[in-house]
Nanobody, 123 residues
Framework: QVQLVESGGGLVQAGGSLRLSCAAS????????VGWFRQAPGKDREFVGA????????YYGDSVKGRFTISRDSAKNTVYLQMNSLRPDDTAVYYC????????????????WGQGTQVTVSS
């Protein structure tokens, strides 16, 4: 089992920045991949990016490349999503998710989910 707790959402003006945190716990934490997804009202859940806990560089969805950065702090068992140059169309509920194994951009591949945190970008 993996437990995920998210924090860091809020309201920001367009062009601003936010950092989301995803604190993970559980027995298999060293073998997991952590993904970030978002869902805006009336839209499908969208892949934002993902990273393995130990290993290769993160992978990003096209809509956030160059603006969002995923990092991890192994000592704190936390994965971060740094969001810069935010736009109104980034407004959504953001979720972190975990799976045992390699990165996937498909939300159905993830077994464990955080509670979600709202990000609102005003114009």
């Amino acid at each position: 089992q993996v437990q995920l707790v998210e924090s860091g959402g809020g309201l920001v003006q367009a062009g601003g920045s936010l950092r989301l945190s995803c604190a993970a716990s559980g027995r298999t934490i060293g073998t997991i991949s952590v993904g970030w997804f978002r869902q805006a009202p009336g839209k499908d859940r969208e892949f934002v990016g993902a990273t393995v806990w130990i290993g290769t560089n993160p992978y990003y969805g096209d809509s956030v490349k160059g603006r969002f950065t995923i990092s991890r702090d192994s000592a704190k068992n936390t994965v971060y999503l740094q969001m810069n140059s935010l736009r109104p169309d980034d407004t959504a509920v953001y979720y972190c998710a975990a799976r045992v194994g390699s990165i996937s951009s498909s939300y159905s591949a993830y077994d464990y989910w955080g509670q979600g945190t709202q990000v609102t970008v005003s114009s």
